[in-house]
């Protein structure tokens, strides 16, 4: 005799948007006996996690009746997106790949969402990048484009637009940067301490505030020293590795050239580092070399590269925090992160003679 088949009508029901319509807060919380701003408060992913009876409850009650929290229906009550847009020169450049995750990891801890735009660091590339992200409905802008002399910041602001710049600044916006003088300042001090006088600088572009205050470091270390900048030793570059090579062979075929050189940023270091390498020249044994930024390869390289680390998390958190929050009164509007110095083997005492 064959086993009794169960009646189909016994058969809990699955419940799909086509015959049942989607679960709501009120629902849940008639359900778990509790007010519906406490299901939503318990419910919100964005807030720490409950652990008392109550949230329990509430989170199993949820589970059985599949409620299923609606981020856009929420974002339309707050009039917010919940998301944040980054605008960056290009994420080829990892200083920039590694400020958006840091930025993105700063977001999502405060229940927000990063997404990026690349410009390749053109300004008229930076205004259509962030008008697209806008037109998308983004709460905020973080920019990493700010140039010398650009007034996109002042139309942002004149249109009512939440922005903080980052790395770069304009010394007026909401701004979270590094002590790039002081970053300048400690690489060349560095290289001042190990006997060295002639030391060149690999400048960077001067539109960007980041290398005009690692210039200016390097300038203030160097006249606390009464070492005497000699002509043509200061050459400016963009930040990508072949004008970091080009740059160094130029301040090699000096007719005194400098026995350390500084690079304001490190993928100009490892175009220097291959440049001199070309050249014949050993570092550090006839030549030393110091980078900005500390990206990972650096430790890597064959000669390690001294560099100077700068506290990307940091920063990245001052940002989200000013763009989120607002600065704690004028002094607040720029907030500086101290960078650190890495000593490693690509520098030493200069050679004799």
Do not use: C
Not at 223 to 247: D, H, K, N, P, V
Not at 256 to 272: E, H, S
Not at 327 to 339: L, T, V
């Amino acid at each position: 005799m064959p086993p009794e088949q169960p009646d189909p009508r016994d058969r809990p029901a699955v419940l799909t948007h086509q015959n049942h319509p989607r679960v709501t807060l009120h629902e849940v919380a008639a359900a778990a006996g509790v007010s519906k701003s406490t299901v939503s408060r318990i419910l919100d992913e964005r807030l720490p996690r409950s652990s008392s009876e109550t949230a329990r409850r509430v989170r199993e009650v949820a589970a059985t009746l599949g409620y299923i929290r609606d981020d856009a229906a929420a974002s339309l009550r707050r009039g917010k997106t919940m998301t944040i847009g980054v605008v960056v020169p290009r994420l080829t450049d990892t200083v920039m790949a590694m400020m958006y995750e840091e930025l993105a990891q700063a977001a999502a801890r405060n229940g927000q969402f990063a997404i990026v735009a690349t410009t390749g660091d053109a300004p008229r590339a930076d205004r259509a990048a962030a008008q697209t992200l806008l037109q998308r409905g983004v709460d905020g802008l973080v920019l990493a484009t700010a140039r010398s002399g650009d007034d996109f910041p002042d139309e942002l602001a004149a249109r009512g637009v939440p922005f903080v710049l980052t790395l770069r600044t304009d010394g007026r916006s909401l701004s979270s940067v590094a002590d790039d003088r002081l970053g300048g300042y400690l690489a060349t001090r560095h290289l001042l301490d190990l006997g060295h006088r002639r030391i060149g600088v690999i400048a960077g572009p001067g539109y960007a505030s980041s290398s005009r205050g690692r210039v200016s470091g390097y300038r203030q270390a160097m006249a606390e020293a009464g070492a005497t900048i000699a002509s043509g030793w200061e050459i400016e570059s963009s930040f990508g590795i072949e004008s970091g090579a080009e740059a160094a062979a130029t301040l090699m075929a000096a007719a005194v050239p400098p026995t350390a050189l500084f690079a304001v940023n490190d993928n100009t270091a490892i175009g220097a580092l291959s440049a001199l390498h070309r050249l014949g020249l050993s570092v550090p044994d006839d030549i030393s070399l110091v980078g900005y930024n500390d990206i990972p390869i650096v430790s890597r390289l064959p000669t390690p590269l001294t560099s100077v680390r700068v506290p990307f998390e940091q920063i990245a958190t001052a940002a989200l925090e000013l763009l989120l929050r607002g600065p704690m009164g004028e002094a607040d509007r720029i907030r500086i992160a101290a960078p650190s110095l890495i000593p490693r083997r690509s520098t030493a005492r200069p050679p004799r003679g």
